[in-house]
Nanobody, 118 residues
């Protein structure tokens, strides 16, 4: 599985961005997909994940109510809609695939940089 993240950029605080992660391979629809982020000098943390059907999602407390994860299995793509962005959301965002649904992400995209200016 190859993952290609896109949609990062620079935005002012309060603005919005939508990240996309396109996956290759026919088994995408079976995978739990997650978004992670790594800010400068910090560890990589989970932001959100969505199960294969889209019926189950998880959000880190820091993004609840502002970010929405979704997926389109027909397009092999997972999205992260980010609203009300804050300076502390500045990070490199990565998408990842968990084939077994056991929180083990075996496949990672290359990362896309999100910069939020206050």
């Amino acid at each position: 599985v190859q993952l290609q993240a896109s949609g990062g950029g620079s935005v002012q605080a309060g603005g919005s961005l939508r990240l996309s992660c396109a996956a290759s391979g026919r088994t995408f629809s079976r995978y739990t997909m997650g978004w992670f982020r790594q800010a400068p000098g910090k560890e990589r943390d989970v932001v959100a994940w969505i199960n294969w059907s889209g019926r189950t999602t998880y959000y880190a407390d820091s993004v609840k109510g502002r970010f929405t994860i979704s997926r389109d299995n027909a397009k092999n793509t997972v999205y992260l809609q980010m609203n009300s962005l804050k300076a502390e959301d500045t990070a490199v965002y990565y998408c990842a695939a968990d084939p077994a649904g056991g929180s083990r992400y075996d496949y990672w995209g290359q990362g896309t940089l999100v910069t939020v200016s206050s």
